[in-house]
């Protein structure tokens, strides 16, 4: 209904009002006239106008292009029969003759690729035709109880047999929910073959990274710009509102303006629970209901981040761009591939062996690996058997034992690969990153923030640490960039231009960091020792070091963790906790505990660092989240 109401209901219920102040002043001229044909005309106006009233709602089609088994159109039905019932009923009361209903099932438009869903959908629709004349007092159909239902098609939405784009009946509304698919799924649940005749057939109209659902945001707004509808709601997940989704929502609302949308709610899909965002546009500015409303509340403009401008108020921070100067410096981390991650325990057994035959310690192969949840939980004393981007197979199986590992866990699991090339070289990690690899050369350790996480926080990594995929890797190892980072601004702007999953915001190298303004002179193209003595850096530098030896206190206490050099040089210690008590008890020191709860102490060290980086700004240090976003952008588009 939050997809109905604005779609359907509030857009008719404004005509019946202008509609009713037609009608209503027809029939005071038809009362106070002083002759028969006087008053016989005025009500005849006012009869002419009730009835070319329901005739166009009786004419009114909706169409839902993913129909399942017919719950938008079933509660559509009903919307429907409710706005006629009301109208008959006010113009009764007003003095006029009520007549039977004449909208019905023939209202409503389906498509649907699942056969017996389809058949169910008409079945759906039929029922709520039944229920809603019982419970108003109408008799229904007895012979037959129902009848044939073709306006529910039984086809692909977004793809014909020929592999060409299919049409859609022409319907005054589109709403729906169509099928939520992620990008990085689509081959896997739908088959090379069709994903493929997919993207053909949607060639620069829709990213190839974008959701499935995408497909039919940007069909639907193709419908609208053609005339063949007027507005269109639909459900999506709450994606939509960044990266390659958003790009497809900016095509599909390109000069049709959101009126109503609510931009993160909790959905259930095959019994999992996610989010979703629900999105309601228009073919022109003349078919906007009266006002628009983001998660309920009244807005002056809905941008397709779904975010909003109420007066003065709000940033439209889609107009953002990527900037040079912070080009080629985050990277998503290290995809394995496989199962090349080995415990602790038996990466240390390789590193004390013998030298290869080759005469080359597996210390060359081997490294510390962390994941997004190493960072924001505890460490899992976890190693990566990692044989880089160029080594060949012969040059790999020198490692005995590493390679070995790798034979037996590795290889079966990518012979069911796609690509040929990742069957063929399997000893190979799947993306090993070589651009992330190159940036990291020559530094002692980089910043790094999870892929996903509940908060958006920053830690550091040794150089020698493989970091995961679900990590994104900055590679920088100054704590000016870091302090910046780490600071409430960047934190805002990055909640902003990110996307989630689920609750959990998402960071990207490209739409959050790359478009991130830092401070003039402090940006990561200009090198470290160019602001070594720039006041403006070495207070940002102190500040965040000193949040940083905090919470590394407070994850670590030297009561409970003593450091453990590793067997071989080069490698960063690692902590181990003194006795079972310590173990258990650090259990509980996490990043994301301590965020969670924020100690007095972690406030104090966050609001130094911030007043620190307000200051690099210009800006004055209680400067608020929305304030500072603005000025950013600014930054951003200049």
């Not at 106006?45 to 399942?68: H, I």
């Not at 088959?191 to 659902?213: H, I, K, M, N, Q």
């Not at 402090?522 to 602001?531: A, E, K, R």
Request: charge should be neutral.
């Amino acid at each position: 209904m939050r997809i109905i109401d604005p779609v359907i209901v509030r857009p008719w219920l404004g005509e019946w009002k202008t509609a009713t102040s037609g009608i209503a002043s027809s029939l005071e001229r038809a009362n106070a006239a002083k002759s028969r044909a006087a008053a016989t005309r005025h009500r005849r106006q006012a009869e002419k106008s009730l009835a070319a009233f329901l005739e166009r709602l009786r004419k009114f089609t909706v169409l839902d292009p993913a129909c399942g088994s017919g719950n938008f159109l079933y509660l559509a039905l009903h919307a429907l029969h409710d706005l006629e019932h009301r109208v008959q009923l006010e113009a009764e009361a007003m003095g006029l003759q009520r007549a039977f209903p004449s909208v019905g099932p023939a209202n409503v438009k389906g498509i649907e690729l699942n056969a017996y869903a389809a058949e169910l959908a008409r079945v759906s629709v039929w029922i709520g035709e039944i229920q809603w004349m019982r419970r108003n007092g109408f008799p229904g159909s007895r012979e037959p109880v129902l009848d044939p239902l073709e306006t529910i098609e039984c086809r692909d939405a977004v793809l014909t047999q020929e592999g060409a784009e299919p049409e859609w009946p022409e319907a005054d509304v589109i709403i729906g929910n169509p099928p939520f698919l992620g990008g990085k799924l689509l081959i896997t649940n739908l088959g090379e073959e069709y994903v493929s005749t997919l993207f053909r057939a949607y060639e620069d109209r829709v990213p190839r990274e974008a959701d499935l659902v995408c497909y039919w945001f940007v069909k639907a707004g193709e419908h609208l710009g053609r005339g063949a509808s007027k507005r269109v709601g639909l459900v999506a997940t709450n994606s939509i509102r960044g990266g390659a989704n958003r790009r497809a929502l900016e095509r599909a609302t390109e000069g049709k303006p959101i009126f109503d949308a609510w931009s993160d709610e909790p959905w259930v899909v095959d019994g999992a629970a996610v989010r979703v965002s629900l999105v309601c546009f228009s073919q022109s500015e003349d078919e906007l209901t009266p006002e628009r409303r983001l998660d309920g509340e009244a807005v002056d403009e809905i941008h397709t981040d779904l975010t909003a401008r109420r007066g003065e108020a709000g940033v439209d921070l889609t107009k953002a761009r990527r900037l040079a100067r912070n080009a080629g410096v985050a990277f998503m981390g290290d995809t394995k591939g496989g199962p090349f991650d080995v415990p602790g325990e038996l990466a240390r057994e390789w590193l004390q062996e013998p030298t290869n035959p080759n005469g080359r310690p597996n210390s060359d192969v081997l490294a510390p690996w962390m994941n997004g949840m190493a960072v924001t939980r505890r460490p899992a004393d976890k190693w990566i058997v990692d044989f880089g981007w160029t080594m060949v197979k012969e040059e790999a199986a020198l490692y005995e034992a590493p390679f070995q590992h790798a034979q037996e866990h590795v290889y079966p699991m990518r012979q069911g690969n796609r690509s040929e090339v990742h069957r063929l070289q399997w000893w190979r990690h799947l993306r090993p990153r070589q651009d992330m690899w190159r940036e990291l050369r020559g530094l002692s350790r980089y910043i790094v923030t999870p892929t996903v996480a509940k908060h958006r926080l920053f830690a550091w990594l040794d150089a020698r640490v493989c970091p995961d995929h679900q990590l994104i890797v900055i590679a920088r190892e100054d704590d000016t960039t870091f302090g910046i980072l780490q600071s409430r601004f960047h934190e805002a702007w990055a909640l902003r231009k990110g996307t989630s999953l689920e609750d959990r915001p998402r960071y990207t190298p490209t739409t959050t960091f790359e478009t991130f303004p830092f401070p003039h002179g402090l940006s990561p193209d200009v090198p470290v020792t160019d602001y070594l003595t720039d006041p403006r850096a070495q207070a940002i530098a102190s500040a965040a070091r000193r949040l940083v030896e905090l919470r590394d206190r407070w994850l670590n206490p030297p009561e409970w963790v003593v450091w453990i050099e590793e067997p071989v040089a080069g490698y960063p210690p690692r902590p181990v906790p003194r006795h079972k008590k310590a173990a258990t008890a650090l259990k509980k020191r996490t990043l994301t505990n301590l965020y969670n709860v924020r100690p007095q102490w972690l406030l104090d060290a966050q609001a130094q660092l911030d007043a620190a980086v307000a200051a690099a700004y210009g800006w004055p240090a209680d400067i608020t989240d929305e304030a500072a976003v603005r000025e950013l952008l600014t930054r951003n588009r200049h």
